[in-house]
C-alpha cells in the first residue's frame, strides 16, 4: 500500500486551565492515503476542529498536543518549529476553516491575500499571481471575479467569503487539504460546486482531503471513509457507505436517525436525548453511556476501544459481542 | 383570520461598492452598486414560520438585516404589527416593537462580544429589557437557558473562544431567547451544528412556537431543513423572491424553473446512485444583473421576452411566482421524481 500522506498516531490535545487539565482530543488515530477523502463527523464540541487545527499546528494557546505523533509524508511534523510549520501550511497543507473570518484579514481587499499568499509560496511574478487569483475565484464560483478581487472581506456575503477561503487554501496546489466545514455556510448548488472541485484536485493532482461537515449529504458523495467522533474520541470509522447504511456504534446510529428528510415529514425529528458530557465530567466506561439505549452493566466500567466491527472499527461493546457472536 | 405579524413590499437595498473616487477618475469607470435585495415583497402571519432559501450572495442575510433593523431600507417598506418601521427615524418611533425582534447570526464568531464572558453576553438582552431584576434571578435564568440549548449552567463563567463552532452558535440562540422576542429571525441557525444538536435546536423552537406562538423569519440553504420547519417558503434569486408558495406546494410541485433546479441539487444520502443535478451556470454577478428575467443565462426556458422583460409576480393557488413561461403557460409538468411530495 502507498504510503500515507498523513498519519495520526494516538493524538491528545489538552488545554490546562483553572479548573484542571480538559482533554479535547483523547487517543485518536487514523491516516489518510494519496487521493483519499476522510469525512469527520460528529456531535459539537466533540474535538474535531481541534484535531484538524493539531494538524496543521494552529492550536490556540493554551492548547497544545500532550502525546502522539502527526507525520506527512512519513516526516515528522507535530514538532517542527514555527517558521518550517508555517512554509508547510501554506504550501503542503492547505487549510479552509470553520470560520471564514479567521482567515481573511478585513483589513485588506481578498486579492492582496491572495496575491501575497501566491508570491510567498510559488515563482511567481506579481502579474502573473494576480491572473491566478482571478483564476481561482472564477473556480470556486465568485461570479466578476475580475471586480469582486478589489473588494474587501465584508462586502463579501458569508457564502462568498467562505469561498474566497477556499481559493486562499488551493492556491499552491498543496498535497494535503484540511477543510473544517468548507460548505456549512453555502447553498447546495455552490456546495456541489465545491465538492466537484474538491473532488477533481483529489484525482487530478492527488491531493488527499480531510473533511470536516456536518452535513451527511456532502459525506455521503464526497467522502471514502468517514470517523464518527464523540467526547474527544473516535467512535466508529471505515468506509463510508458501511457506516452510513450499517452503522455499528449506537451513537452513528443515533446520528443517522436525527436527518431531516424531504421525504417524509416528522411532527418531532429524532433527537438523541441529553448533551455530550462536558470535557471534565466525562463518565467513566463508555462515553457516550449516559445516552446509549443500548447500555448495559459493562459499559459503565470499561471503556470501550476501537474494534474491528464489520468493515468498519467501533468503539462499543455491543459491536464486540455482535463479531463474536 | 390569521393576523398579519410582517409585512415587507417592495423592500430594496443597494451597495456602493465603486472604487475610491480618484480610481474612478484616473481609470473612467463609474460607479458600481450591487442591488441585493431589488423589490422583494412578502409576508409573514403571526405563528409561522417564513423560509428564505436561494443561492449564496442572493441577498437573504440582507433582507433579515433590514428587517431587524441592522440595515436601512434604499426603497419600499416593513409594516410590524400594523406599524411602520422602515428607516431609523420610524423605528425611534415604534422602539417598542423593535424590540420585540431578535435575530440569531448566521456568523455565531463575529457576533459574540469575545471579551464579556457568555453569562453576561446571554444576561445582556434581559437586563436591557429589564425583563428579570436581581442579579441571582438573571443568573438562574441565564442557567436555564444555556440547559435550553444544551450547555451547561457553568459555561456562563466562560469566554467566547473557549467554545467549539456548534456551541457558538448556542451562544447565540440562547441570547436571542433570552429577550423574550416575539419575532424571531434565524439566519442559518443551525448551519454549524452537527444533526443531533440541530434536532434538539428545531424541536426546541418547535416547542417555544407552539407554547409561546413565536413568529419565525428562518433563513437556511438546507432545504431539508426548511422544508421541516416552514409553513410558506420564498425563493429568492439575485435579490428578487421569484417564488413562494406554502411548503408542501413548493415542494410538491415548484413552479419557477430555478426552484426546480434548486430541488434537482439536493444531496442525496440514500446513495441510491441518483446523480444530484448541479446547477448549471454561474451566478451572475449582482452589480451587472443580466437583462429582463435576471435567471434567463441559467434558465432551460428562457426565450426572447425573457432577456427583455422583467417578469411580474403572478399570484397562483397557494402562492405567486415571477416566471414568464407560467404566464404563457408554456411551463412542462414537473417530474417529481427526486423529491417525494408530501402526501
Ligand atoms: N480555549 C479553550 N479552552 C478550553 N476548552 C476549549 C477551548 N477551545 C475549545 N475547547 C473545547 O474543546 C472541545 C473541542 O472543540 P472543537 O472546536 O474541536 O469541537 P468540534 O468538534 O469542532 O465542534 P463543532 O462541530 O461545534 O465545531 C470543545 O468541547 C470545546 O469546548
Ligand atoms: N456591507 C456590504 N457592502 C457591500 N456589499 C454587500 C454588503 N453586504 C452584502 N453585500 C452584497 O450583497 C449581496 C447579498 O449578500 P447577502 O449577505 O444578503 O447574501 P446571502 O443570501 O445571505 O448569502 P449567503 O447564503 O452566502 O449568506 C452579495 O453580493 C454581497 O456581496
Ligand atoms: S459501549 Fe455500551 S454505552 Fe457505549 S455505545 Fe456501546 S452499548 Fe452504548
Ligand atoms: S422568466 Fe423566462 S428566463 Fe426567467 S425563469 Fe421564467 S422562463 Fe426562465
Ligand atoms: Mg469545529
Ligand atoms: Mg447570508
Given at each position: 500500500?502507498?504510503?500515507?500522506?498523513?498519519?495520526?498516531?494516538?493524538?491528545?490535545?489538552?488545554?490546562?486551565?483553572?479548573r484542571?487539565?480538559?482533554?479535547?482530543?483523547?487517543?485518536?488515530?487514523?491516516?489518510?492515503?494519496?487521493?483519499?477523502?476522510?469525512?469527520?463527523?460528529?456531535?459539537?464540541?466533540?474535538?474535531?476542529?481541534?484535531?484538524?487545527?493539531?494538524?496543521?499546528?494552529?492550536l490556540?494557546?493554551?492548547?497544545?498536543v500532550?502525546?502522539?505523533?502527526?507525520r506527512?509524508?512519513?516526516?515528522?511534523?507535530?514538532?517542527?518549529?514555527?517558521?518550517?510549520?508555517?512554509?508547510?501550511?501554506?504550501?503542503?497543507?492547505?487549510?479552509?476553516?470553520?470560520?471564514?473570518?479567521?482567515?481573511?484579514?478585513?483589513?485588506?481587499?481578498?486579492?492582496?491575500?491572495?496575491?501575497?499568499?501566491?508570491?510567498?509560496?510559488?515563482?511567481?511574478?506579481?502579474?502573473?499571481?494576480r491572473?491566478?487569483?482571478?483564476?481561482?475565484?472564477?473556480?470556486?464560483?465568485?461570479?466578476?471575479?475580475?471586480?469582486?478581487?478589489?473588494?474587501?472581506?465584508?462586502?463579501?456575503?458569508?457564502?462568498?467569503?467562505?469561498?474566497?477561503?477556499?481559493?486562499?487554501?488551493?492556491?499552491c496546489?498543496?498535497?494535503?487539504?484540511?477543510?473544517?466545514?468548507?460548505?456549512?455556510?453555502?447553498?447546495v448548488?455552490?456546495?456541489?460546486?465545491?465538492?466537484?472541485?474538491?473532488?477533481?484536485?483529489?484525482?487530478?493532482?492527488?491531493?488527499?482531503?480531510?473533511?470536516?461537515?456536518?452535513?451527511?449529504?456532502?459525506?455521503?458523495?464526497?467522502?471514502?471513509?468517514?470517523?464518527?467522533?464523540?467526547?474527544?474520541?473516535?467512535a466508529e470509522?471505515?468506509?463510508?457507505?458501511?457506516?452510513?447504511?450499517?452503522?455499528?456504534?449506537?451513537?452513528?446510529?443515533?446520528?443517522?436517525?436525527?436527518?431531516?428528510?424531504?421525504?417524509?415529514?416528522?411532527?418531532?425529528l429524532?433527537?438523541i436525548?441529553?448533551?455530550?458530557p462536558?470535557?471534565?465530567?466525562?463518565?467513566?466506561?463508555?462515553?457516550?453511556?449516559?445516552?446509549c439505549?443500548?447500555?448495559?452493566?459493562?459499559?459503565?466500567?470499561?471503556?470501550?476501544?476501537?474494534?474491528?466491527a464489520?468493515?468498519?472499527?467501533?468503539?462499543c461493546?455491543?459491536?464486540?459481542?455482535?463479531?463474536?457472536? | 383570520?390569521?393576523?398579519?405579524?410582517?409585512?415587507?413590499e417592495g423592500?430594496?437595498?443597494?451597495?456602493?461598492v465603486s472604487?475610491?473616487?480618484?480610481n474612478?477618475?484616473?481609470?473612467?469607470?463609474?460607479?458600481?452598486?450591487?442591488?441585493?435585495?431589488?423589490?422583494?415583497?412578502?409576508?409573514?402571519?403571526?405563528?409561522?414560520?417564513?423560509?428564505?432559501?436561494?443561492?449564496?450572495?442572493?441577498?437573504?442575510?440582507?433582507?433579515?438585516?433590514?428587517?431587524?433593523?441592522?440595515?436601512?431600507?434604499?426603497?419600499?417598506?416593513?409594516?410590524?404589527?400594523?406599524?411602520?418601521?422602515?428607516?431609523?427615524a420610524?423605528?425611534?418611533?415604534?422602539?417598542?416593537?423593535?424590540?420585540?425582534m431578535?435575530?440569531?447570526f448566521?456568523?455565531?464568531?463575529?457576533?459574540?462580544?469575545?471579551?464579556?464572558?457568555?453569562?453576561?453576553?446571554?444576561?445582556?438582552?434581559?437586563?436591557?429589557?429589564?425583563?428579570?431584576?436581581?442579579?441571582?434571578k438573571?443568573?438562574?435564568?441565564?442557567?436555564?437557558?444555556l440547559?435550553l440549548?444544551?450547555?451547561s449552567?457553568?459555561d456562563?463563567?466562560?469566554?467566547?473562544h473557549?467554545?467549539?463552532?456548534?456551541?457558538?452558535?448556542r451562544?447565540?440562540i440562547?441570547?436571542?431567547?433570552?429577550?423574550?422576542?416575539?419575532?424571531?429571525?434565524?439566519d442559518?441557525?443551525?448551519?454549524?451544528?452537527?444533526?443531533?444538536?440541530?434536532?434538539?435546536?428545531?424541536?426546541?423552537?418547535?416547542?417555544?412556537?407552539?407554547e409561546?406562538?413565536?413568529?419565525y423569519?428562518?433563513?437556511?440553504?438546507?432545504?431539508?431543513?426548511?422544508?421541516?420547519?416552514?409553513?410558506?417558503?420564498g425563493?429568492?434569486?439575485?435579490?428578487?423572491?421569484?417564488?413562494w408558495?406554502?411548503?408542501?406546494?413548493l415542494?410538491?410541485?415548484?413552479?419557477?424553473?430555478?426552484?426546480?433546479?434548486?430541488?434537482d441539487?439536493?444531496?442525496?444520502?440514500?446513495?441510491?446512485?441518483r446523480?444530484?443535478?448541479?446547477?448549471?451556470?454561474?451566478?451572475?454577478?449582482p452589480?451587472?444583473?443580466?437583462?429582463?428575467?435576471?435567471?434567463?443565462?441559467?434558465?432551460?426556458?428562457?426565450?426572447?421576452?425573457?432577456?427583455?422583460?422583467?417578469?411580474?409576480?403572478l399570484?397562483?393557488?397557494?402562492?405567486?411566482?415571477?416566471?414568464?413561461?407560467?404566464?404563457?403557460?408554456?411551463?412542462?409538468?414537473?417530474?417529481?421524481?427526486?423529491?417525494?411530495?408530501?402526501?
Amino acid at each position: 500500500m502507498a504510503e500515507p500522506v498523513l498519519e495520526v498516531k494516538n493524538l491528545r490535545v489538552e488545554f490546562p486551565t483553572r479548573r484542571g487539565t480538559l482533554v479535547a482530543v483523547d487517543d485518536v488515530s487514523f491516516s489518510i492515503a494519496p487521493g483519499e477523502v476522510l469525512g469527520v463527523v460528529g456531535e459539537s464540541g466533540a474535538g474535531k476542529s481541534m484535531t484538524g487545527s493539531a494538524v496543521i499546528g494552529l492550536l490556540t494557546p493554551p492548547g497544545r498536543v500532550a502525546a502522539g505523533e502527526i507525520r506527512l509524508m512519513g516526516r515528522r511534523i507535530d514538532k517542527l518549529p514555527y517558521g518550517e510549520m508555517r512554509k508547510i501550511r501554506g504550501r503542503q497543507i492547505g487549510a479552509i476553516f470553520q470560520d471564514p473570518l479567521t482567515s481573511l484579514n478585513p483589513l485588506y481587499r481578498i486579492g492582496d491575500q491572495l496575491v501575497e499568499t501566491i508570491l510567498t509560496h510559488l515563482p511567481m511574478t506579481k502579474a502573473e499571481a494576480r491572473a491566478r487569483a482571478i483564476g481561482l475565484l472564477k473556480e470556486v464560483g465568485i461570479p466578476g471575479a475580475e471586480d469582486r478581487i478589489d473588494h474587501y472581506p465584508h462586502q463579501f456575503s458569508g457564502g462568498m467569503r467562505q469561498r474566497v477561503v477556499i481559493a486562499l487554501a488551493l492556491c499552491c496546489n498543496p498535497t494535503l487539504i484540511i477543510a473544517d466545514e468548507p460548505t456549512t455556510a453555502l447553498d447546495v448548488s455552490i456546495q456541489a460546486q465545491i465538492i466537484t472541485l474538491l473532488k477533481r484536485l483529489c484525482a487530478e493532482h492527488g491531493c488527499s482531503v480531510m473533511l470536516v461537515t456536518h452535513d451527511m449529504g456532502v459525506i455521503a458523495e464526497t467522502a471514502d471513509r468517514v470517523a464518527v467522533m464523540y467526547a474527544g474520541r473516535i467512535a466508529e470509522i471505515g468506509p463510508v457507505r458501511d457506516v452510513i447504511k450499517h452503522a455499528h456504534h449506537p451513537y452513528t446510529r443515533g446520528l443517522m436517525g436525527a436527518i431531516p428528510t424531504i421525504s417524509e415529514r416528522e411532527g418531532r425529528l429524532n433527537q438523541i436525548d441529553g448533551a455530550m458530557p462536558r470535557l471534565n465530567a466525562i463518565p467513566r466506561g463508555c462515553a457516550f453511556n449516559p445516552r446509549c439505549p443500548e447500555v448495559f452493566d459493562r459499559c459503565r466500567v470499561d471503556r470501550p476501544d476501537l474494534m474491528r466491527a464489520g468493515g468498519s472499527l467501533a468503539a462499543c461493546w455491543k459491536a464486540e459481542e455482535a463479531v463474536n457472536g | 383570520m390569521a393576523e398579519t405579524m410582517l409585512k415587507v413590499e417592495g423592500l430594496k437595498r443597494y451597495f456602493d461598492v465603486s472604487p475610491p473616487w480618484l480610481n474612478r477618475v484616473l481609470d473612467g469607470s463609474g460607479r458600481r452598486v450591487v442591488h441585493a435585495v431589488d423589490g422583494v415583497s412578502f409576508s409573514i402571519e403571526r405563528g409561522e414560520t417564513f423560509s428564505l432559501v436561494g443561492e449564496s450572495g442572493c441577498g437573504k442575510s440582507t433582507v433579515a438585516r433590514l428587517v431587524v433593523g441592522l440595515y436601512d431600507p434604499s426603497g419600499g417598506q416593513i409594516t410590524f404589527e400594523g406599524a411602520d418601521l422602515s428607516g431609523a427615524a420610524a423605528r425611534r418611533k415604534h422602539g417598542d416593537k423593535q424590540s420585540r425582534m431578535q435575530m440569531i447570526f448566521q456568523d455565531p464568531y463575529a457576533s459574540l462580544n469575545p471579551r464579556w464572558r457568555v453569562g453576561r453576553i446571554i444576561a445582556e438582552p434581559i437586563r436591557f429589557k429589564k425583563l428579570i431584576q436581581g442579579g441571582d434571578k438573571i443568573k438562574a435564568r441565564v442557567g436555564e437557558l444555556l440547559s435550553l440549548v444544551g450547555l451547561s449552567p457553568a459555561d456562563a463563567d466562560k469566554f467566547p473562544h473557549e467554545f467549539s463552532g456548534g456551541q457558538r452558535q448556542r451562544i447565540s440562540i440562547a441570547r436571542a431567547l433570552a429577550g423574550q422576542p416575539e419575532f424571531l429571525v434565524c439566519d442559518e441557525p443551525t448551519s454549524a451544528l452537527d444533526v443531533s444538536v440541530q434536532a434538539q435546536i428545531l424541536n426546541l423552537m418547535a416547542e417555544l412556537q407552539a407554547e409561546l406562538g413565536l413568529t419565525y423569519l428562518f433563513i437556511s440553504h438546507n432545504l431539508a431543513v426548511v422544508h421541516h420547519v416552514s409553513d410558506k417558503v420564498g425563493v429568492m434569486y439575485l435579490g428578487r423572491l421569484v417564488e413562494w408558495a406554502e411548503t408542501r406546494t413548493l415542494f410538491g410541485r415548484p413552479l419557477h424553473p430555478y426552484t426546480r433546479m434548486l430541488l434537482d441539487a439536493i444531496p442525496d444520502l440514500d446513495m441510491s446512485g441518483r446523480s444530484r443535478t448541479p446547477v448549471a451556470g454561474e451566478v451572475p454577478s449582482p452589480i451587472n444583473p443580466p437583462s429582463g428575467c435576471s435567471f434567463h443565462p441559467r434558465c432551460p426556458l428562457a426565450n426572447e421576452r425573457c432577456k427583455r422583460e422583467v417578469p411580474q409576480s403572478l399570484t397562483v393557488p397557494g402562492g405567486a411566482v415571477a416566471c414568464h413561461a407560467v404566464q404563457e403557460g408554456r411551463l412542462p409538468p414537473w417530474h417529481g421524481g427526486t423529491v417525494a411530495a408530501a402526501e
